[in-house]
């Protein structure tokens, strides 16, 4: 090698040395940057399915929960060791703020109506209270929902996974609405007024507030009150045992005692229900799954 070849090559090494020492650094950072992601994920997913984090994560928003992901389709188990009443209330305390004082017009209704509250499946909207007061406030409520047509209709619409359960069930046996109008699922407040108008008047409503009438409760909702309300009921056409087999295996119940059309999109197994306090109930041959209060 020349001296003029040496001096070149000195001077490459003053400018390539630096140039080298920041390429390592460089990588070094992406490195351990790519290294501290890694770890966080899997640390994430870890924190999110340990049940006991994930139903915190519920309750803690200090927590770093990912909501969009396990925590939110984890549900929350009640206390095995409590009864059925507590198993129930501690279930439902999740959905409803205030749970109604248990001689209340409210209380009656969730007595009747609130099976629906175990429900804890993503996508699906519940209200936070037994009675949507007027058309506006069921309106506003409805805005919420994310709904879908059912299969082979042209107007019966239910909340989406609602539905999609629905249609499951209905590939696997012919399942017909009751009327085949749009009543039999999705209604406003004006027509949960009229059915009940049909059946009964301001005089039966107050006999029911006051609690000396219940049995109105298994024919009509009083206004404001329906599940149809919140996109989670369907009134059907059911005579056989392969369609209700079909439909409990998709989430769907029988749920208001002596409502024979009426079925509730629950979507737990019929295995689980009682871990959330429900009580099965069998009339006239027919099963259906009641709160415990």
Not at 153 to 161: D, I, R, V, W
Not at 188 to 198: E, M, Q, S
Not at 268 to 291: A, C, M, N, R
Request: proline letters at 5%; one cysteine or more; charged letters at 20%.
């Amino acid at each position: 090698m020349g001296y003029d070849e040496i001096e070149i090559f000195k001077i490459s090494n003053i400018f390539m040395k630096p140039i080298l020492q920041i390429a390592a650094f460089v990588t070094i950072i992406i490195f351990v940057s790519v290294t501290l992601v890694s770890v966080h994920k899997v640390f994430r997913d870890q924190l999110i399915l340990t049940p006991q984090i994930a139903k915190e994560c519920l309750t803690n928003s200090s927590l770093p929960c990912d909501n969009s992901k396990s925590s939110i389709n984890i549900p929350f188990i009640p206390d095995q060791k409590l009864d059925d009443q507590q198993r129930f209330l501690a279930t439902i305390a999740k959905k409803i703020p205030t749970i109604p004082q248990d001689d209340t017009f409210e209380y009656t209704l969730l007595r009747s109506y609130g099976t629906v509250f175990i429900n804890q499946e993503p996508g699906i909207n519940l209200p936070q209270k037994v009675i949507l007061d007027n058309e506006s406030e069921t309106k506003s409520f409805q805005k919420t929902m994310s709904i879908a047509l059912v299969d082979g209709t042209q107007e019966c619409y239910l909340q989406k996974t609602a539905a999609a359960a629905l249609n499951k069930a209905k590939s696997l046996e012919n399942i017909p609405l009751k009327s085949g109008y749009a009543g039999d699922c999705l209604r406003n407040f004006a027509t949960n007024l009229r059915f009940w108008n049909k059946y009964a008047n301001s005089e039966t409503l107050a006999r029911v507030k006051a609690g000396k009438e219940t049995k109105i409760l298994g024919l009509v909702a009083p206004p404001g009150t329906s599940q149809h309300l919140w996109g989670l009921a369907i009134d059907l056409q059911v005579s056989t045992l392969a369609q209700r087999q079909a439909l409990n295996e998709n989430g769907w119940f029988q749920t208001v005692v002596s409502d024979l059309p009426h079925w509730t999109y629950l979507s737990q197994s019929e295995d689980d229900l009682p871990k959330f306090g429900l009580q099965q109930k069998t009339i006239q041959g027919i099963k259906y799954w009641v709160t415990p209060i």
